[in-house]
């Protein structure tokens, strides 16, 4: 890759946003101690700080206790000093969420809209509602610092371009450039999973943890892997996907269209077929047509006894036990979070899958492991990880980030 040269302004602005996200982190702070923090010198950081306060981005919130001399400043983040959109895009209808700095959320809407199949058309429609929804926040657009966007399936992060989402039936829709044009602000374009891995990392339960993995369980299978602190994403930017990994040769035929992926057989759709499998009995359903409401009433026919509903969740449990049980060995995560979308399905996996898992971990990578199970179907945290995007650029910033070039 032929790097381009990085001039003042653009080095200016990169230690700038640094002095943000060490305020974020730190706040209250002086001056005095950022420069010793950050090795910045006492000079710059009085004249980015100053720059920052009259941006709004900034504000001095107190008087530090004197050491002798005259009392320092106290410098915290200013929430509405700026703000992200995040949005995550499932079939029937889009979640976008307006973020202040501090990640909390201003305005949260569910938008309605078919987006399954027609891409482009797709595209544009929720560029449509973006303006609305802006106009209807009552934030002045210009404090909106970008939009970042979560999708299921393969992503390339560069292009912003959504490679196969098959819950969608989207394959090569670009979803940055028409968005950038039409909204007018930075887009940023990622996999759903790693949207949420983001909002972990930054806000959540992962914000101590540096090596963690997020898996996500509903209508597909879905993984983030942080490590060292950061989202691992392969060679292409497109890797850890955990649920087109084989579990059985010449299997179920997946979404994706190969035969004995994973997510065949612990997906919604997988816990059906499983359950048409044992001699249980629904009508006729197309995959697209399996959603909560399938899964409820299982889950409420195997609260009553019905034997095939029981042991279909108690098989899907020792599925994803074996799928986690490889992810163990391979990563030695220090926690694993199970997305809250699982819904109360996973109660009736839970003992199956320990005990999986339990079986064919090593003892060493177990030892210490952290199991965080989510019955909390709440979806916002999908939207506020899409938005942690832009904050995450925005604290900091990639020094060869095209998008901030």
């Known amino acids: 890759m032929q790097l381009q040269p990085i001039g003042r302004k653009k080095i200016r602005a990169i230690n700038q946003n640094m002095l943000v996200n060490l305020i974020r982190m730190h706040a209250p702070i002086s001056r005095t101690q950022l420069q010793k923090i950050s090795g910045l010198s006492q000079g710059t950081v009085v004249s980015l700080i100053t720059q920052l306060i009259e941006r709004q981005l900034v504000i001095e919130t107190g008087m530090a206790a004197s050491t002798g001399g005259r009392k320092a400043g106290l410098l915290e983040l200013s929430p509405q000093g700026a703000y992200a959109i995040g949005i995550h895009l499932m079939e029937h209808h889009i979640i976008a969420a307006l973020l202040d700095l501090q990640g909390e959320i201003h305005t949260i809407e569910i938008i309605p809209l078919h987006l399954r199949d027609h891409g482009e058309e797709a595209v544009a429609l929720i560029a449509s ?47 940055r450039q028409p968005l950038s044009e039409r909204l007018g602000m930075p887009v940023f374009v990622e996999n759903a999973v790693n949207c949420l891995a983001s909002y972990e990392k930054l806000y959540g339960r992962g914000e101590t943890c540096s090596d963690f993995l997020v898996i996500s369980l509903g209508r597909g299978l879905g993984l983030a892997t942080v490590l060292n602190q950061g989202v691992y994403r392969g060679a292409k930017g497109i890797g850890a996907e955990f649920g087109h990994i084989p579990l059985f040769n010449n299997g179920r ?64 449990g020792r599925f994803l036990g074996l799928g986690i049980a490889s992810l163990v060995n391979l990563y030695n995560p220090a926690c694993i979070m199970i997305d809250g979308g699982a819904g109360h399905r996973i109660e009736l996996m839970r003992d199956t899958m320990h005990s999986t898992l339990e079986k064919h971990i090593f003892s060493q990578l177990g030892q210490g492991l952290t199991m965080l199970v989510d019955t909390d179907t709440n979806m916002d945290n999908w939207a506020r990880g899409a938005g942690c995007l832009v904050l995450q650029d925005f604290f900091a910033p990639t020094l060869f980030n095209k998008q901030s070039l």
């Open 129 to 175: 509602s973006i303006e609305q929804f802006i106009t209807q926040s009552g934030v002045p657009p210009q404090k909106i610092i970008g939009l970042g966007c979560g999708i299921s399936g393969p992503v390339n992060r560069l292009t912003g371009v959504s490679v196969d989402s098959w819950i969608l039936n989207w394959h090569q829709i670009s979803i």
């Open 253 to 316: 035929l997946c979404e994706c269209g190969n035969q004995g992926c994973l997510e065949a057989y612990v997906a919604d759709y997988g816990i059906v077929e499983t359950y048409r499998e044992l001699g249980g009995s629904l009508e006729p359903l197309q995959r697209e047509q399996v959603d909560e409401r399938i899964i409820d009433i299982l889950y409420k026919r195997a609260q009553n006894g019905d034997a095939a509903a029981i042991l279909a969740f108690h098989r899907t």
